[in-house]
């Protein structure tokens, strides 16, 4: 039996009925259209799936819509403005901290939860903040590349 959830997601108070055992990840790309967050493993492994989640950096799959209630949740899309891509999305373009594309969105979410926390970190926070995203394309050295432009810009 679906119940209700509440939700704030990317600035926009949402309410929607889902079952007790959806997840966070179908949640966002089933009922909300919102497929930039993309799904990997669906097992918490990969970081395909990882969103912004009252602060903090979240893989979705392993987390119940419902035990989100009243939560804010910004994903890939929420990040751009009108006036262009958010500095890390900027980044990734710019410093080719991108392939395929498919684990991007997860990466550059990893990316804004570790720069929200620590507006300057070093190579190895970075290499720690995205341990959990999988990538087969890139070889992670333009990623990490890029999160540090980012975090320049940021403090520039």
Same mark, same amino acid.
């Given at each position: +039996?679906?119940?209700?959830?509440?939700?704030?997601?990317?600035?926009?108070?949402?309410?929607?009925?889902?079952?007790?055992?959806?997840? =966070?990840?179908?949640?966002?790309?089933?009922? =909300?259209?919102?497929?930039? /967050?993309?799904?990997?493993?669906?097992? #918490?492994?990969?970081?395909?799936?990882?969103?912004?989640?009252?602060?903090?950096? $979240?893989?979705?799959?392993?987390?119940?819509?419902?035990?989100?209630?009243?939560?804010?949740?910004?994903?890939?899309?929420?990040?751009?403005?009108?006036?262009?891509? @958010?500095? $890390?999305?900027?980044?990734? $373009?710019? @410093?080719?901290?991108?392939?395929? #594309? &498919?684990? /991007?969105? *997860?990466?550059? +979410?990893?990316?804004? #939860?570790?720069?929200?926390?620590?507006?300057?970190? /070093?190579?190895?926070?970075?290499?720690?903040?995205?341990?959990?995203?999988?990538?087969?394309?890139? *070889? &992670?050295?333009?990623? $990490?590349?890029?999160?540090?432009?980012?975090?320049?810009?940021?403090? *520039?």
């Amino acid at each position: +039996m679906k119940k209700e959830l509440r939700i704030t997601v990317n600035g926009q108070l949402r309410q929607l009925l889902v079952e007790p055992y959806c997840s =966070l990840l179908d949640t966002l790309r089933d009922e =909300l259209d919102l497929t930039g /967050t993309k799904k990997g493993c669906d097992e #918490g492994d990969c970081g395909a799936c990882t969103v912004i989640l009252n602060g903090k950096a $979240v893989t979705s799959c392993m987390i119940l819509a419902l035990s989100v209630r009243n939560g804010e949740i910004t994903t890939v899309e929420g990040l751009a403005t009108r006036d262009g891509l @958010h500095p $890390v999305q900027q980044a990734f $373009v710019d @410093h080719g901290g991108l392939q395929c #594309g &498919y684990c /991007t969105p *997860g990466l550059i +979410m990893s990316a804004v #939860g570790l720069l929200s926390e620590n507006s300057s970190p /070093t190579e190895e926070e970075i290499k720690f903040a995205i341990g959990g995203n999988l990538c087969r394309c890139t *070889g &992670y050295s333009k990623v $990490v590349e890029a999160i540090l432009a980012a975090s320049q810009a940021d403090n *520039g």
